[in-house]
Each structure stands twice: as structure tokens, then as C-alpha cells.
């Protein structure tokens, strides 16, 4: 299994914003979307990297990457979201225990990337054996370990 990726492709090239800004939607006001309140794939993001599965999203051709920076509150330490797109690095200004309280599996995370999938429509979720880009799609790539391997048996 540590070869292989699920991969949870649409039509369409999906707005980086979808995945590094809260509060925006490209569905809101849409009754025929599923969700619509902009935190979805944000939150999707935070429940993985907070069970150390760093998704690889490409928005069509180019390579989506988060990771967590270290930092301080006061005295109190905490960790925020970074993410890295055409080669440029930036801090999101959300701490990784964004949600944590209650956005606290694995599912709902990923429940959430396909959600939005099927939303933007001609979707696809699957396993594969390596991760690439494609013109005119959004695709995120997460590595199958056993809890991602439990969510996909369970669609």
C-alpha cells in the first residue's frame, strides 16, 4: 500500500482560494451544490495534515503542497498551515487545531474533497499507483494508509 495514492479528480481547475482562504465558495448561493459555507476543503486539508497525510492537490497543471510552521502565541506554541504553489511559499493564517474539537476524523475531511468533487462535476475517485497533473482538472492525491483505505471501502 505505500505505493499507491486515492485520487479524487473533477472536471474544472479549481480557484486556489478553494483550499487556502475560509469563508469562500464558488458554490454559495447554488441550491444545487451540496456545500456552500467555504470551509469544507480548508478543514479537509487541517484533519489530514493533523493525522500526518500531506495531500498533493495539482489545479490542473500545478502543484498544490501544505506543510505546518512552528510558532508562538505568548507563551503558548502552536503550528499554522503554509502551502507552496508555483514555486512560491506562504503562511496561511490558520493554526493547525483549526476545528480540532469537533472536526476530529479522518472522514470528515475527506468527505469533504469528495463532496466537492462531485459538486464541480465529472468526477472520479480512485486508487492509483502515482501521482500526476492533468490539464483541466483538480486532483487531490493522499497516500493510502489504512484509515484512507477504510474511508474509501466504506463510499
Known amino acids: 500500500m ?4 486515492l485520487k479524487i479528480e473533477n472536471q474544472g481547475v479549481a480557484p486556489i482560494q478553494s483550499f487556502t ?3 469562500l465558495s464558488t458554490a454559495r448561493g447554488k441550491g444545487e451544490k451540496i456545500w456552500q459555507f467555504g470551509t469544507g476543503a480548508k478543514h479537509g486539508i487541517l484533519t489530514c495534515m493533523r493525522q500526518k497525510i500531506e495531500p498533493t ?7 498544490l503542497k501544505f506543510g505546518t510552521k512552528g510558532d ?7 503550528e499554522h ?7 512560491i511559499s506562504k503562511d496561511i493564517s490558520t493554526a493547525l487545531d483549526c476545528g480540532a474539537l ?10 469533504e474533497f469528495v463532496s466537492n ?9 480512485e486508487i492509483v499507483s502515482s501521482i500526476e497533473p492533468a490539464k483541466d482538472t ?3 492525491y493522499l497516500p493510502f494508509r489504512p484509515e484512507v483505505a477504510k474511508f474509501f471501502a466504506a463510499l
Do not use: C, H, Q
Open 102 to 111: 469537533d472536526w476530529n476524523s479522518l472522514d470528515m475531511g475527506l468527505r
Open 2 to 5: 505505500s505505493n499507491m495514492f
Open 138 to 140: 483538480t486532483r487531490i
Open 72 to 78: 508562538m502565541m505568548g507563551e503558548t506554541p502552536y
Open 81 to 87: 498551515l503554509t502551502y507552496t504553489f508555483k514555486g
Open 117 to 125: 468533487a462531485i459538486d464541480a462535476g465529472g468526477y472520479k475517485v
Open 57 to 63: 492537490i495539482f489545479l490542473g497543471e500545478n502543484e
Open 21 to 23: 482562504m475560509m469563508g
